[in-house]
């Protein structure tokens, strides 16, 4: 430590960011207003990004002027996000006013939900504001950064030319611009594992640094006006390409690489973390629970830390491997001298000793890779879910030709500037690296065991793996034995999930829909229903992610109450994807035997054959059981009539040990009349049809039910109303205790057939 203080400095402010994020200080305004609110607000464009639909403004020195035509002129605002589309006359550094919604970034109220709230304020950024209009009232800009924003627009407009559909990768790669990536391509990446190839890293940044300080110093340039200049340089292109966290990190780093050169001292890449760190740390501290701030310094401290210790134990020969290289290049001269016997005796050589250097080259790529993964592993798995687990043989193949792609990209877009005909033709060795990459990543996923979803570890999870790998660092220290490489291995144990020893059903804030998710002790899982009419893309953005964060892959039995488009939107979208690799996959779809199969029935049912995906048919008085757990239909039954989907929603009763729940669906009207008839039995909760619908829950149903606790699934300003207040008033009447998704976010319950414990994932 005593040779690092640094190292000391970075812990301190690493505390420091940990302060914060868990005691974060609410902004004044806050109080003002609870989701969003009508506002005038005045600020300076800092960024401008075209999107498909609209353009995101970044603004900052914001004054808040009102909310809801209320003057409050507040200051206390780092920066806002503003969504408009006529953007025509803007450039960066105007001052302008608008008027518009402003939003509150939103939690996470499902589990394994994007946590919007936390992804933006680690940039600094308070609220959204959908803009109604817009004025500017200072003319005055940035010219610097007015004029790379036209650059990189302009390499932009380049690289559709003369790319195409791969244009996108490359904007990725050179400018830092991801909203061109096509969303397919992106998610083949970020499957296999080797989505950081499109974000611009210390690779581009060292090829970028270094070709330029070699060619400075081909002029015969003194250091002292070399570095400075590269250096210089480096932060240029950073601001041109809207720098994010790798980039930041990339820059500083190769800064003090460089200035260290010029002051002949030795680099320390742990030191050159830690300044880097702490800068970024003292600027936006809850960048401490940022997936892209853990990643990036979690692969610098493999490299400068696990990595040599890998190396150590599996090549220790490297002064050996040194004295080989000498040899091979001396025999190369040899060959000229010796008659052919001798030559074909020293090229035999040659070949072996070439062999084993291409041998040890794909190891030590293979250590780093590994060094890499195994300390980054609990933050992919804590954000992400899911294991890639070729992706380190995956990286072997695609890191060689990285720095040719992006050199190509970068000459092309150069060329292609002047001449789109040459562009094109440059772009033709562009293609073929990423249509390679596209083989081995569908070729990798075709694999057995391609991806493993272990779901979301705790954090003790998280800290007993970083403590054993500390362990195995001081082991290997004190002893050096390469029996500790069988300890870290180990150490991956500790994120195998077993199933839980209870029964939980949680239902998901899905909007105005519904969605409820029912893990057995057993390990088998059942979904009920699973659609909204508010929440688009529900399957990708909601179930999927609470099901992997759960370490869950499949649905046993996906039942489906009825076919209406806020029962089904998400689950149609899961069936869709579902025979693609690393998706949520369904292994029977359960439909009510209702003799209203309209057209919407029957698509269900056509999907689920196209997917191969058997299909059950519940009607009254039909049992699912799996160990302790039992559902009975109670409705529909084949005989009953009605023009009304809502009317044969299969209604459940789940009975488990001492417990009992019932899921309702949507019944209503004459639907609810007939189980009554037949009567009900009483149940600890209530799953309360048709989202608190005063046309539900009628006095004669809830008075036999007799509901301890109900749940109710109803989106935030639903234009039904939902819940209806008479709805909630007849539930008050019988004493039952009422829990919404708008006030609750998920609603969890848990039981072991005797107890029953409820939680939440809201406010």
Known sequence: MTKRPFVILFLMVVIYALYQFYHPVPLG???????????????????????????????????????????????DINKILLYYTDTNNLKIGNKICLTGTLQKFQEGTNPGQFNEYLYYKSNNIDYKIFGESLQIIHKKYDFLGENFRKIREKFSKVYQDILGEDAGIICAMVLGEKSAIDIDTKELYQKNGIAHILAISGLHITMIGMFLYKILKKLYLPNE?????????LILYAKMTDAGISTNRAVLMLAISLFAKLLGRTYDLITAMCISGSITLLQMPLQIANSGFLLSYGAVFAIAVVYPVFRDIFLPDERERKKLQKKTSVLQLDLLFFHKKD?????????KKAARQVILKLLDGFLLSFSINLVTIPVILYFYFDLPIYSIFLNLCILPFLSLLLGMGIIAGCIGSFSISFGIFLGGSIHGILRLYEQLCNIFLQLPCSIITLGRPDKFTCMLYYGGLFIFLICYSYFQKKWVIIFCLSMLSVFYMPNPSCLTVTMLDVGQGDGILIENSTGKIFFIDGGSTSVKQLGKYRISPCLKSKGISSIDYACVTHLDQDHISGLTELMEGCDTTGNIKINHLVLPDTSLKDEAYQNMV???ADKNIPVIYLKKGDKLMDGDLKFTCLHPYPEFITNDRNNYSTVLWMQYGNMDMLFTGDVSDEGEDAITESGLPECEVLKVAHHGSKYTSSEKFLEQVLPKYAIISAGENNRYGHPHKEALERLEEIGTKTFCTIDYGAIVLQTDGNKLKMSWFGN
Not at 41 to 60: F, M, N, R, S, W
Not at 225 to 233: Q, S
Not at 343 to 351: D, F, H, I
């Open 225 to 233: 006006t070399v570095i400075p200049l590269a250096i210089l340089a």
């Open 606 to 608: 056509q999907l689920a």
């Open 29 to 75: 305004i806050d109080k003002l207003f609870d989701i969003e609110a009508h506002s005038k607000l005045e600020g300076t464009v800092t960024q401008i990004i075209p999107k498909e639909k609209t353009t995101a403004i970044y603004l900052k020195d914001v004054t808040i002027l009102t909310i809801d035509n209320k003057q409050i002129n507040s200051t």
């Open 343 to 351: 030559v074909e005796e020293k090229r035999e050589t040659a070949r």
